[in-house]
């Protein structure tokens, strides 16, 4: 245990020497228990975000909207179609397992878009700061056909208002210890939970018991019967909340105190 935690501390200062002119992540540290808090509350995706909050919007199969206190917007896995709403994200991330996580052809409007996968060899990487709000990845393989993408996925960070936002992206295999110690403390992630074209659900739950997030947001299900099927199998350590919300506001402050699962039902976005 020493040892990983040395190995955990080496990485950390590592990635602060090589990245001087970087905004440090304040999520890169061993994951640990959160504060007993209160909750959650509906909103509108467009409303202003409450201080020292985040708001988690789900708008289909792996994408989310995540809007920040100062206004900065950030999009998941994106397609290139969010809705009708006359709306365009600061910045969109994509992965590019399936056409349904990513577009050849961004929106040029969009300032920055970033792309999940690297060159076949050498993975993405990326540490953009836009206002309040912090991106960064680390990258994970994908499988093709009867091989493997080298680092053809990412799992996205986002840091605002003191919380860390992970989305696991189409992840096809458990993180090793480097990757957890480059992921860091996670206080709410969006995991995939079809249990197939992804992970399968038995890993899944052991990647989610050991990034030890106070809030998991299930994503990536076609159908209730793999969503309910990770709810009773996560119920045993886990509080479920299914209120038919679409987006959640969330602070260090309203963490729950108990790991908790919040479904989210997909809604595109709209103009009032």
């Known amino acids: 245990m020493r040892a990983f935690t040395v190995f ?3 990485l950390f200062w590592a990635l602060q020497v090589s990245a001087q002119e970087r905004q440090p992540s304040h999520c890169i540290a061993i994951a640990d228990a959160m504060p007993e808090a209160r909750y959650i509350h509906r909103a509108a995706f467009d409303d202003p975000v409450a201080q020292d909050s985040i708001r988690v919007r789900y708008i289909n199969h792996a994408a989310f909207l995540l809007l920040t206190e100062g206004g900065v917007s950030a999009v998941t896995d994106f397609t290139g179609f969010i809705g009708t709403a006359p709306f365009l994200p600061d910045i969109v ?4 397992a399936h056409e349904s996580h990513w577009t050849p052809f961004p929106d040029p409007a969009i300032t920055h878009a970033l792309k999940g996968w690297g060159n076949g060899t050498e993975g993405a990487d990326h540490h953009l700061t836009v206002g309040d709000l912090l991106v960064r990845n680390v990258p994970t393989d994908i499988r093709r056909g009867t091989g493997v993408e080298i680092k053809g996925n990412s799992i996205f960070v986002f840091e605002a208002a003191g919380l860390c936002v992970g989305h696991l992206g189409h992840l096809h295999h458990e993180p090793d210890d480097a990757q957890y110690a480059a992921l860091g403390r996670l206080d709410v992630v969006m995991a995939a939970v079809d249990g197939g074209r992804t992970l399968d659900l038995p890993s899944m739950k ?4 050991r990034l030890k997030a106070s809030v998991v947001i299930p994503m990536h299900w076609f159908a209730t019967g793999t969503l309910n099927q990770f709810l ?6 886990y509080v479920i909340e299914n209120k038919g919300a679409h987006a959640l506001e969330i602070s260090i402050a309203s963490l729950p105190d108990r790991p908790t699962i919040v479904v989210l039902q997909p809604k595109y976005l709209t103009a009032p």
């Open 8 to 10: 955990l501390l080496s």
């Open 93 to 96: 991330t994509m992965n590019h």
């Open 206 to 209: 052991r990647v989610l018991t």
């Open 232 to 237: 009773d199998d996560m119920s045993d350590t």
